[in-house]
């Protein structure tokens, strides 16, 4: 499926290619980074990876003579297994100063991997590629942000009901799961997690204690959407605390999961502040907790860890598009106000979003949004929107609205 689907981050890709001497690619094993790469113009490209062991082998052998090529761009998939090759890119890039000439794919978080020294700072354009959006699925385009920044909601959408979005939450986004059936695809999940824990993890790190390291991704998993309490995560664990966040760390660097840090209005007002921790893709929080479709239905806290998870899955590949336009972060207080997400724009303009499972929505649906406008917005323009899973778009006051699920991909 992966090689029938448009990936927005292609036009990301292609601009750099104009601009930046070197492209990093990053995201997860079996996210599509190989298949996207290869769709490049293969004229002007050569592709190498470092999946294949001889491959590797002359690369550590004689880096200088792996990374020499005749073609425009030199296409290194899986850089990870040879960091290396960075120093050696980076000697020549800086004798020829060409744009476009190295494209790297990893599939962990290579600039932060143990040994990794050279980050090619001011020579490299770093594009992270997700798991599919459903609005890559279906080809809809990029357009959701720029329309709720606008207040157009006027565009014609397909309704999904909450037990249609629970379907597709659960199905996530990685390519090769999303046409199997709910058991063949736990089973794509759980073996894809073990896969990485036992072969990608112990290239990275040494790992004593695996067993703490699977339950850590299954704890990880149920609280997807919520507050990062490492405390709370390791006391049923016996793991200490230093060990639990280099764990953390790790899985963070296999882009298993992601922290999503908190809005302020200053820059140091977010530290200390607590980031909430999501799965990057709602079928492996579905997977992993051995969900059921019909038990999610039947229990509103399911639907709302699912649900936001998979908001967040939808709504961070629209930022990465974004060319830097957008950030996303979450918001809470004191008092305890919280808004699910925010999307500020570089212009000042910011969005909130709320996440509700439900088909109908009153007025105290919006009120933490409506104190954001009046009290923390200030001049800046401000949109508030509740997601759910009814069918009609509405206005609930000054930038406040009633959007269905299925606008996002309209």
């Not at 709302?304 to 598009?321: H, R, T, Y």
């Not at 406008?373 to 401000?382: K, V």
């Not at 778009?393 to 991909?409: E, R, T, Y």
């Amino acid at each position: 499926m992966a090689e029938m689907l448009p990936r927005w981050q292609k036009k990301s890709i292609e601009t750099a290619m104009g601009e930046r001497r070197v492209l990093l690619l990053t995201g997860p094993r079996q996210c599509g980074k190989t298949t996207l790469v290869k769709h490049l113009d293969k004229k002007n490209t050569e592709y190498r990876t470092l999946d294949d062991r001889i491959s590797r082998e002359l690369a550590d052998v004689d880096p200088a003579e792996f990374i020499s090529h005749g073609k425009g761009m030199l296409i290194i998939d899986e850089v990870q297994k040879s960091p290396d090759l960075l120093p050696i890119i980076k000697m020549a890039v800086d004798e020829n100063r060409r744009p476009g000439q190295f494209l790297l794919t990893g599939s962990s978080n290579v600039p932060k991997l143990p040994g990794v020294r050279e980050s090619l700072a001011g020579r490299v354009a770093k594009i992270r590629l997700r798991t599919l959006s459903e609005g890559e699925i279906r080809n809809t385009g990029t357009g959701f942000l720029k329309r709720a920044f606008d207040q157009d909601f006027r565009y014609g959408w397909e309704h999904y009901s909450r037990s249609e979005l629970i379907e597709v939450a659960s199905r996530g986004g990685y390519p090769e799961a999303i046409g199997l059936g709910e058991r063949a695809r736990r089973r794509w999940h759980l073996d894809y997690v073990n896969a990485l824990l036992e072969r990608d993890l112990s290239e990275i790190a040494r790992i004593k204690r695996h067993d703490a390291m699977r339950e850590l991704v299954r704890t990880l998993a149920a609280w997807s959407s919520k507050f990062v309490d490492l405390s709370a995560i390791g006391s049923g664990m016996s793991i200490q605390r230093p060990t639990l966040e280099s764990y953390v760390n790790m899985l963070e660097t296999l882009f298993l999961v992601e922290r999503l840090p908190p809005w302020s209005d200053t820059d140091y007002g977010r530290v200390g502040k607590r980031r909430k921790i999501f799965m990057t893709d709602s079928g492996l929080v579905f997977s992993l907790l051995r969900w059921s479709v019909d038990q999610v239905k039947r229990d509103a806290d399911r639907v709302g860890k699912l649900l936001e998870s998979f908001a967040f899955n939808e709504l961070a590949p629209l930022v990465d598009a974004g060319g830097g336009q957008y950030e996303l972060y979450h918001y809470r207080d004191r008092e305890r106000r919280e808004i699910d997400f925010i999307v500020t724009r570089d212009d000042g303009a910011m969005l909130g979003i709320e996440v509700k499972a439900a088909s109908t929505a009153q007025k105290s649906d919006f009120r933490h949004l409506e104190w954001f406008r009046d009290r923390i917005a200030g001049d800046n323009p401000f949109v508030g929107i509740v997601l759910y899973s009814g069918k009609t778009a509405g206005s609930f006051g000054k930038g406040l609205w009633l959007v269905p699920f299925g606008a996002m991909w309209a």
